[in-house]
T-cell receptor, first 115, second 115 residues
Framework: AQTVTQSQPEMSVQEAETVTLSCTYDTSESDYYLFWYKQPPSRQMILVIRQEAYKQQNATENRFSVNFQKAAKSFSLKISDSQLGDAAMYFCACDPIQGAQKLVFGQGTRLTINP | DSGVTQTPKHLITATGQRVTLRCSPRSGDLSVYWYQQSLDQGLQFLIQYYNGEERAKGNILERFSAQQFPDLHSELNLSSLELGDSALYFC??????????????FGPGTRLTVL
């Protein structure tokens, strides 16, 4: 069984600053993918970034990057130059490569951007 | 816009009733997933269909069922509704070329309220 833990229920950051959201996971699978999804007030689930566990290089998407520590089973999300539109719930999720492809989500971190 | 559509957007019904939620995946996507998001349980995987066949089952109640039709759209049927079934129900889709994990793209969700 897989578990995903987000230990920060809420975070806040000043506009234009950098913030890091934490995520740890536990899985018995050797190959898996990790994702960060964003859920703004509209409730739409939006993909932010994905990381293949077999890749050592950390994924980046514009202002979003991850710090993937496979041995520690840690997958944090860094948001640089925070913008008001980044305010949302952020969910970390794990998905095994083999077997049934389903996402296991963490409980989420609510990010507030202070102007 | 993810390309995944869900109808209806909102649904209000009474306990004991039955409802059907509909999902159309992105063009070309063969897999459809259903998730339930509630305040106490978070985001939970319910069921996955691939090209018309059930592929994986999560925490789906026996009162709930789903199917995927030849045109690849999917329906989630919820019966004998209880107050606790009130939640946001998401459909997601992925290409799923077999053997590898594809990113799941989420629809806007259906908000179900059971009174």
């Amino acid at each position: 069984a897989q578990t995903v833990t987000q230990s920060q229920p809420e975070m806040s950051v000043q506009e234009a600053e950098t913030v890091t959201l934490s995520c740890t996971y536990d899985t018995s699978e050797s190959d898996y993918y990790l994702f960060w999804y964003k859920q703004p007030p509209s409730r739409q689930m939006i993909l932010v970034i994905r990381q293949e566990a077999y890749k050592q290089q950390n994924a980046t998407e514009n202002r979003f990057s991850v710090n993937f520590q496979k041995a520690a089973k840690s997958f944090s999300l860094k948001i640089s130059d925070s913008q008001l539109g980044d305010a949302a719930m952020y969910f970390c999720a794990c998905d095994p490569i083999q077997g049934a492809q389903k996402l296991v989500f963490g409980q989420g971190t609510r990010l507030t951007i202070n102007p | 816009d993810s390309g995944v559509t869900q109808t209806p957007k909102h649904l209000i019904t009474a306990t004991g009733q039955r409802v059907t939620l509909r999902c159309s995946p992105r063009s070309g996507d063969l897999s459809v997933y259903w998730y339930q998001q509630s305040l106490d349980q978070g985001l939970q995987f319910l069921i996955q269909y691939y090209n018309g066949e059930e592929r994986a089952k999560g925490n789906i109640l026996e009162r709930f069922s789903a199917q995927q039709f030849p045109d690849l759209h999917s329906e989630l049927n919820l019966s004998s509704l209880e107050l606790g079934d009130s939640a946001l129900y998401f459909c997601a889709s992925s290409v799923d070329m077999g053997g590898s994990t594809d990113t799941q793209y989420f629809g806007p969700g259906t908000r179900l309220t059971v009174l």
